[in-house]
């Protein structure tokens, strides 16, 4: 029944009241009360007409008076001016109650209880401006007909049923003020509960956590989406126990955040790491932390309740944005370490190469003239001997190029067939004695008697040695020795190459088996080669399933141990990270001893 004037009232608002549902409420009261009003006056006024005849002077301006309710709907619906359509209300009222006491007995006269509604009608605004305004024009009114209409202008309007109609008509209008203004409370506290739902269903269905806290960073009220966060209820956070969840390292920059918002009016943004809770099912180890990206913003509080300025903030976690952004890092820190090592291959490559090309190609034109040069015998021999090993070394180069590439793209092949690891060994001390008597440098071996059959790639496995022996002859001084050890170690052998050289600077056991790279001795003395042999030895220990440990200390020599199955398993896809990029475990004592385990 109420739903088409409800509509009727809802076409009436105003643009302005129409986007806050208490304020509409308001507007629609003061609508239905003056509507009221205006439609009975409309109604009521034939039927008076016929009873008493022609109307007096103050009938036609009562009769008017009961008009400017429609007036003023009409300026309210127009304007929006809520506070200024009350406020010519009640001076239009108070106009119609002087007039009509003046003329029927002052204070004394039936229309004087219609005095207090001039200051009830506003009761419901929620302004107290206009409040005491209509409480001034009530009191105007009042005071207006004490003083001027001492006595009672004429009797036949102190006749009892003007004093009852005077009294009830105030009554029921007052009556009608009260309805409304319940209506208003009632709609203002639906407004709120809908508000306070549309909240709470945001709240709980929203991924981002809202939080409002004091300047303290103590929490006063937090969102249930903090659960899923943190993995604890939402209650569990109350006060300082969220606090207690950031990352230590975090803490003081957090405690800065909240502070800044709650002095600033510019929102404080930070991302810091909050602790979350392992679910019951899961193993509780070492605790979780989550990257969060929190933005503060400070609020004015209740001043009149000794609140001060409190800061609101929301959560979101961003752990995959910073996972995707760690990843992009580490892209662009390969990608440069790509570049350097490209720069480097294409620095040491040229040289490796362009010296023994320059050999072969300088002794080859002597040897073609010959007889201009008037080369003896002895000579020729030597220029041929300087040209093979030129040739040897150039070989050697190009050789381990093409395995490095091989074994990063896996292309290279193991061929795994039994036999037996002591052979081999003499096999490449034989080959390696000679470079060694030339460098001054003794050369030993110690294979166990016991020493069981592998199943591997013997070309690989002589490979691994001759690169071990060969490195640790390089970097060993005139005077020096080198020992190979191969012994059986449970279900596998170790091979341990061992020297008393310059050692490996700290600066550079991060960067073992790196294509391409060097280390620097003590005495900052260059070697030749290409930085290449460890890199094949730990790609071809990683293709049969093995591993390489390398201890190093400055000035005192390198071990490296090499272990392999008794049954090599062949890798036959490795990517290059898988080969050249080992994980390390460090232990340092004292600045100048350093101990690298790499497991290939």
């Given at each position: 029944?109420?739903?088409?004037?409800?509509?009727?009232?809802?076409?009436?608002?105003?643009?302005?009241?129409?986007?806050?549902?208490?304020?509409?409420?308001?507007?629609?009261?003061?609508?239905?009360?003056?509507?009221?009003?205006?439609?009975?006056?409309?109604?009521?006024?034939?039927?008076?007409?016929?009873?008493?005849?022609?109307?007096?002077?103050?009938?036609?301006?009562?009769?008017?008076?009961?008009?400017?309710?429609?007036?003023?709907?009409?300026?309210?619906?127009k304007s929006g001016e809520y506070e200024r359509a009350h406020l010519l209300s009640a001076c239009a009222l108070a106009i119609l109650v002087g007039l009509t006491g003046a003329v029927t007995g002052g204070l004394a006269s039936f229309a004087a209880p219609w005095i207090v509604v001039i200051a009830l009608e506003a009761s419901f605004s929620a302004s107290r401006r206009l409040i005491a305004a209509t409480i001034a024009v009530a009191l105007l009114t009042a005071a207006g007909l004490w003083f001027f209409v001492p006595a009672p202008a004429s009797a036949a309007f102190n006749s009892g049923w003007l004093s009852i109609a005077g009294v009830a008509s105030a009554a029921l209008y007052g009556g009608g003020i009260a309805l409304a203004n319940s209506t208003f409370v009632r709609e203002g506290h639906l407004a709120k509960l809908?508000?306070?739902?549309?909240?709470?269903?945001?709240?709980?269905?929203?991924?981002?956590?809202?939080?409002?806290?004091?300047?303290?960073?103590?929490?006063?009220?937090?969102?249930?989406?903090?659960?899923?966060?943190?993995?604890?209820?939402?209650?569990?956070?109350?006060?300082?126990?969220?606090?207690?969840?950031?990352?230590?390292?975090?803490?003081?920059?957090?405690?800065?955040?909240?502070?800044?918002?709650?002095?600033?009016?510019?929102?404080?943004?930070?991302?810091?790491?909050?602790?979350?809770?392992?679910?019951?099912?899961?193993?509780?180890?070492?605790?979780?932390?989550?990257?969060?990206?929190?933005?503060?913003?400070?609020?004015?509080?209740?001043?009149?309740?000794?609140?001060?300025?409190?800061?609101?903030?929301?959560?979101?976690?961003?752990?995959?944005?910073?996972?995707?952004?760690?990843?992009?890092?580490?892209?662009?820190?390969?990608?440069?370490?790509?570049?350097?090592?490209?720069?480097?291959?294409?620095?040491?490559?040229?040289?490796?190469?362009?010296?023994p090309l320059n050999a072969i190609i300088g002794f080859s034109e002597m040897l073609a003239r010959e007889d201009e040069m008037k080369l003896d015998a002895a000579r020729r021999q030597d220029y041929a001997r300087l040209i093979r090993d030129s040739g040897e070394h150039l070989l050697a180069v190009v050789n381990g190029?093409?395995?490095?590439?091989?074994?990063?793209?896996?292309?290279?092949?193991?061929?795994?067939?039994?036999?037996?690891?002591?052979?081999?060994?003499?096999?490449?001390?034989?080959?390696?004695?000679?470079?060694?008597?030339?460098?001054?440098?003794?050369?030993?071996?110690?294979?166990?008697?016991?020493?069981?059959?592998?199943n591997a790639d013997p070309r690989a496995l002589r490979q691994v040695v001759i690169n071990l022996v060969s490195n640790a002859i390089k970097f060993t001084e005139l005077g020096g020795k080198v020992d190979v050890v191969a012994r059986a170690c449970g279900n596998g052998i170790e091979l341990v190459v061992s020297d008393n050289g310059v050692g490996i600077p700290e600066a550079d056991l991060a960067r073992l088996g790196d294509p391409f790279f060097q280390g620097r001795s003590a005495y900052d003395r260059t070697y030749e080669g290409t930085g290449l042999g460890l890199s094949v030895v730990m790609g071809l220990v990683k293709l049969h399933g093995g591993s390489v440990e390398i201890e190093s200390r400055l000035r005192k020599g390198t071990k490296v141990l090499v272990r392999l199955p008794l049954d090599c398993q062949p890798v036959m896809k490795a990517s290059a990270s898988q080969i050249t990029k080992f994980p390390q475990r460090a232990s340092t004592a004292g600045r100048d001893e350093m101990k690298v385990r790499k497991s290939a």
């Open positions: 029944m109420f739903a088409p004037i409800r509509a009727y009232l809802d076409a009436l608002l105003h643009s302005s009241a129409r986007q806050d549902s208490v304020i509409a409420a308001r507007h629609r009261a003061f609508f239905a009360t003056r509507l009221f009003v205006g439609l009975t006056a409309v109604a009521v006024f034939p039927l008076y007409l016929a009873w008493r005849g022609a109307p007096g002077p103050l009938e036609v301006f009562a009769l008017c008076w009961m008009l400017t309710p429609l007036l003023l709907v009409w300026y309210l619906s809908a508000s306070e739902a549309r909240y709470k269903l945001l709240a709980r269905n929203m991924s981002d956590v809202i939080a409002r806290h004091g300047r303290d960073g103590a929490i006063t009220f937090i969102s249930p989406a903090a659960e899923q966060l943190t993995g604890i209820p939402a209650s569990d956070l109350l006060g300082h126990r969220l606090f207690d969840r950031v990352h230590l390292a975090d803490r003081p920059a957090f405690l800065t955040a909240i502070s800044d918002a709650a002095r600033s009016s510019v929102p404080v943004s930070l991302e810091f790491r909050l602790q979350r809770e392992w679910p019951m099912n899961e193993y509780r180890g070492a605790p979780e932390f989550v990257w969060v990206e929190m933005r503060s913003h400070g609020i004015d509080s209740d001043i009149r309740a000794g609140e001060v300025r409190q800061v609101v903030s929301v959560f979101r976690d961003i752990t995959a944005r910073k996972a995707d952004a760690l990843a992009v890092e580490s892209a662009r820190s390969e990608a440069e370490r790509a570049n350097d090592a490209k720069s480097k291959f294409l620095a040491t490559v040229s040289h490796e190469l362009r010296t190029i093409l395995d490095m590439s091989r074994i990063e793209a896996g292309h290279f092949e193991i061929v795994t067939e039994p036999f037996a690891v002591k052979p081999l060994i003499e096999s490449c001390r034989k080959m390696m004695s000679l470079r060694a008597e030339q460098a001054g440098i003794q050369l030993f071996t110690d294979i166990a008697a016991d020493l069981p059959e592998i």
